[in-house]
């Protein structure tokens, strides 16, 4: 059974920092471009960062200088470290993974986990 779990989200001060993990099981994890996503009320879910099996990244181009995408393939874990987060950051954020093969139709997401920005 494939399974991809969140955690480190939760409630931060603006300007403060949270760093969130995705530890997955079920698939090849070395094979799969991973990314993570945001999601607000009444909004389209909108990708942050990305990182394929090759350790290559992309980011969001609003949120490159605050955010950080790293993967450790002998843990199954993709990580991303958010900085100086902002009210607008607030959203429920996803874990995905991704085959990057065009012939399989593999893609999986975490159940999502909630970060709060606040005072």
């Known amino acids: 059974q494939v399974q991809l779990v969140e955690s480190g989200g939760g409630w931060v001060e603006p300007g403060g920092s949270l760093r969130l993990s995705c530890t997955t099981s079920?698939?090849?994890?070395?094979?799969?471009?991973l990314a993570w996503y945001r999601q607000v009320p009444g909004d389209q879910r909108e990708l942050v960062a990305s990182?394929?099996?090759?350790?290559?990244?992309n980011y969001a181009h609003s949120l490159k200088a605050r955010v950080a995408i790293w993967r450790d393939n002998a843990k199954n874990t993709v990580y991303l470290q958010m900085n100086n987060l902002k009210p607008e950051d607030t959203a429920v954020y996803y874990c995905?993974?991704?085959?990057?093969?065009?012939?399989?139709?593999?893609?999986?997401w975490g159940q999502g986990i909630q970060v709060t920005v606040s005072s």
């Open positions: 995905n993974a991704d085959h990057p093969s065009p012939y399989m139709d593999r893609t999986y």
């Open positions: 079920g698939i090849t994890f070395g094979d799969y471009t």
């Open positions: 990182i394929t099996s090759h350790r290559a990244s």
